[in-house]
Every structure is written in C-alpha cells, then in structure tokens.
C-alpha cells in the first residue's frame, strides 16, 4: 500500500483502483477456495430427488451449476443457510447440512432459488464494484493525508510518524463512514429483496415463506 503510494506518484488514483481491484478479486477467490475449506468439510450432495431438483431449478434459471455441495455448518453454528460461489462452469451451489435437515425440499428450493437470483442480478459482481470504489475513496483520502505535514499541524500535532498520518486520515474519514455504512444497508437489503423477488417468480413464494420463518426460528438463538 504505502509502497504504491510512494512508487505510483501521478498515476496514484489508478495505480489505488488496481490494488483495490486485486484486493478484492483475491478475498473473493481465496475465501471460498481456502478460508472456508479450514472451516468445514465439503461433501458431494448425494445422488437422489434433491439434487436432480436443484439441477432442474439450474436449468429453469438458464444459470449453469456443475457442483452442488454440502458443509457441515452443524458444527459451527445453528445458522442454516445456502450460498452459490464460482462462475460459468465452475459454479458451485453450497447447501449448509443444516438447511438439509430442517427443510422440506420446497423449501430448499425456495433458499436455492433465492441464490441463484442474487447470481441472476449481479449482486456479487455489484458488490465487488462498490468495495472497489469505496476502497478507492479511502486509499485516496490516506494518499492525502500521508507526508502532509501542514495536515498534522492543522491538528495540532508538530512530530510527523505513520501513526499520526494515519489518525488524521481517520479523523478526515469519520464524515464519510455513517453514510457510507447506511448506503451499504441500503444495498444488502435491495439485493435481498431482488433476490426473493426472484425465488417468487419462479413459484417458490410459499417454500420461501415457510422456509424463512424456519430460518428465522433457527437464528434467533
Ligand atoms: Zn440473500
């Protein structure tokens, strides 16, 4: 980071969205391929109705599965939920064997249904957009603050060390972070409902009513 802001001089805005880009595109690769494999254990969902269901849901949404996998989120934590990661052929449905256990298979649709719409809207990808530009912002302002002595004495602050540098960032920052966290609320709550907008689209509005009281019933504790 600080090495970029040093070596990029006036290239510095691109020189930041690149390294946000890497950032971000590396949490996104690494977490389902490394994090969360120390985690849980990944397990083939077995042949049966369930899966072939879901393939069929795959095929109705027009967005291609190559996997569908269980993890044993049991362990963890009573949290039962699903997750779809990867893209094109490499896109993996990850059911928590929790979910399995506690829904009826219209109801795991429905959730399964759910994931997929937040593929269909481009919610990750999205995401990923607004991390870049958020992170952008924040390495921009630090870009300011660093080496800017008259920034320190404007502070009151007359020695200069990276800690100093990085507290008056924090303190130009505050302003930005409560509209910046409310906006991001904003956007997770309008994915959310896209997504079950979609699940009811495509007939899943009871399996995602029913299933979500049980999921409600399940995270409250
Ligand atoms: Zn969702």
Redesign the pocket.
């Known amino acids: 980071m600080l090495w970029i802001i040093h070596a990029a001089g006036p290239a510095l805005i691109p020189s930041l969205i690149g390294f946000s880009v890497v950032m971000i595109l590396l949490v996104n690769l690494l977490i389902p391929v490394v994090i969360l494999p120390l985690f849980f254990t990944f397990s083939d969902l077995e042949d049966g109705e369930l899966k072939t269901a879901i393939f069929a849901e795959s095929e109705k949404t027009g967005i291609p599965v190559s996997q569908i996998k269980v993890i044993d989120g049991s362990k963890r934590s009573s949290h039962s939920n699903a997750f779809v990661t990867g893209f094109g052929s490499f896109r993996k449905v990850v059911l928590f064997d929790t979910l399995i256990k506690s829904h009826t298979q219209d109801q795991i649709l429905a959730v399964v249904n759910?994931?997929l719409g937040?593929v269909a809207h481009y919610h990750i990808l999205k995401n990923a957009v607004m991390s870049v530009v958020h992170l952008t912002i924040m390495f921009a302002l630090f870009s300011l603050c660093l080496n800017n002595k008259e920034l320190l004495l404007s502070f009151g602050i007359n020695h200069s060390s990276a800690f100093m540098y990085l507290l008056s960032f924090m303190t130009i920052y505050e302003p930005f972070n409560f509209p910046m966290q409310f906006f991001n609320m904003y956007i997770i709550r309008r994915?959310?409902y896209e997504?079950d907008a979609y699940a009811v689209k495509y007939n899943h509005a009871q399996g995602l009513k029913s299933g979500l009281i049980i999921l409600f019933k399940h995270n409250k504790g």
């Open positions: 759910h994931e937040h994915a959310e997504a």
